[in-house]
C-alpha cells in the first residue's frame, strides 16, 4: 500500500483529493496538512512514500517545502500539483528536486497514473508539459544556474534507458525490452543521474533534450 502526504492550503481541494485517491487500488492518503511546517511538523511521526505537494501555500510555499523535504527525507518522492504552467515554474520544479509535476487541470482520473508512475519510474511529466518542453526557449533561456554542463558521452545502453524512461516505462519494463535485469536498470539510472548532476529523472530528460539525445517524440 503507497502511504501519500497531501498538502494543500485549500480544504475542500484537499478533501476532494483524498477521496478520490482513497478510491485507487494500492494507494491510501496517510497524512494531510494545510501548508509546508505542518507537513513537516506530521512527517516526525508519520511516514509516506509519495507527497503531493501544491506550490502556492502561505506560512511555507510548495518550492520551500520540496526543498526541505528532499533534505529531511531523501526516499520521500514528490509531485507537484499545481495550476502553474510556465517554462519557469518547469525549471524551478526541477531545481528544487521534484520528481514530477500534475496539472490540476487535467482530468482527476489521471492522477492514479501520475502516482504510480513516480512511484515505478521516478518521475512523471503531465502531457501539457511537452509543448514546454518542445520550445527551445524553455532550454535556451535558463537562470544562472543552468549553465550549460559538459558533453556526456553515454553508452547505447545508457541512451536506451533513457528514451524508454522518457515513456514511463518502469525499471521492469525497462528491463524486459532491454532483455536485462531491473537491478542493472536501477544502476544505469543511478550512474546516468550522477553523471548529469541530476537531482531526479526530470533533470536527466532535460539534459538529454539540452544535447540533442532525445526529441519531443520520444515523449510519446
Known amino acids: 500500500m503507497l502511504k501519500i502526504g497531501l498538502v494543500d492550503d485549500h480544504k475542500l481541494v484537499r478533501k476532494s483529493l483524498r477521496v478520490l485517491i482513497d478510491s485507487f487500488d494500492g494507494v491510501a492518503v496517510a497524512l494531510e496538512a494545510e501548508n509546508g511546517l505542518e507537513l513537516l511538523e506530521s512527517l516526525k511521526c508519520n511516514e509516506i512514500d509519495i507527497l503531493l505537494l501544491d506550490l502556492q501555500m502561505p506560512v511555507l510555499n510548495g518550492y520551500e517545502t520540496c526543498k526541505r523535504v528532499r533534505s529531511l527525507y531523501p526516499d520521500v518522492k514528490v509531485l507537484i500539483i499545481s495550476h502553474l504552467n510556465t517554462k ?3 525549471l524551478k520544479i526541477v531545481e528544487i528536486g521534484a520528481h514530477g509535476y500534475f496539472s490540476k487541470n487535467s482530468d482527476p482520473y489521471s492522477l492514479e497514473k501520475a502516482i504510480h508512475t513516480v512511484n515505478d519510474s521516478d518521475f512523471y511529466f503531465d502531457e501539457e508539459l511537452n509543448s514546454l518542453a518542445e520550445e527551445a526557449g524553455i532550454l535556451k533561456r535558463r537562470p544562472r544556474c543552468y549553465e550549460p554542463e559538459p558533453l556526456v558521452n553515454f553508452s547505447e545502453r545508457e541512451i536506451d534507458v533513457i528514451r524508454l524512461a522518457c515513456k514511463q516505462f518502469s525499471s ?3 528491463a524486459d525490452k532491454l532483455c536485462i535485469t531491473a537491478r542493472t536498470v536501477e544502476s544505469h539510472r543511478r550512474r546516468i543521474m550522477e553523471r548529469t548532476n541530476s537531482k531526479n ?5 532535460l539534459f538529454a ?5 532525445i526529441g519531443v517524440e520520444d515523449l510519446i
Open 88 to 90: 519557469e515554474a518547469l
Open 172 to 174: 521492469n519494463q525497462i
Open 201 to 205: 529523472f526530470i533533470g536527466v530528460i
Open 209 to 213: 533534450f539540452k544535447q540533442g539525445l
